[in-house]
């Protein structure tokens, strides 16, 4: 069982900066991958990002690449999403999830824990 809980959202400018956290429980954290999505007012769910268990390896939705970037650390049982250039369209309630299985980092459906969420704003 793996509890997670976000933090770091919030109201932020057009073109400014977010970083969120994704704090797990459990001593188990390193064999989950990690991924973000993301919810827009009245939008389905999207991917964002995702790292492997050993945060080696990123993957990102196109829209995000060059502006977000996901990170992990494992002694802190802790996953981030630097966010910058934000833009209004970016504007949603952001999750962070875990897997265990490998590939399909953009599959909701394939992660086993999520988060409650962060609320992420971004005035124009």
């Known amino acids: 069982q793996v509890q997670l809980v976000e933090s770091g959202g919030g109201l932020v400018q057009a073109g400014g900066s977010l970083r969120l956290s994704c704090a797990a429980s459990?001593?188990?954290?390193?064999?989950?991958?990690m991924g973000w999505f993301r919810q827009p007012p009245g939008k389905e769910r999207e991917f964002v990002a995702a790292v492997n268990w050993r945060g080696s390896n990123s993957y990102y939705a196109d829209s995000m690449k060059g502006r977000f970037t996901i990170s992990r650390d494992n002694a802190k049982n802790t996953v981030y999403l630097q966010m910058n250039s934000l833009k209004a369209e970016d504007t949603a309630v952001y999750y962070c999830?875990?897997?265990?299985?490998?590939?399909?980092?953009?599959?909701?459906?394939?992660?086993?824990?999520w988060g409650q969420g962060t609320q992420v704003t971004v005035s124009s």
């Open positions: 999830a875990a897997k265990q299985a490998y590939g399909n980092w953009n599959v909701w459906a394939l992660y086993d824990y």
């Open positions: 459990g001593r188990t954290f390193s064999s989950y991958a």
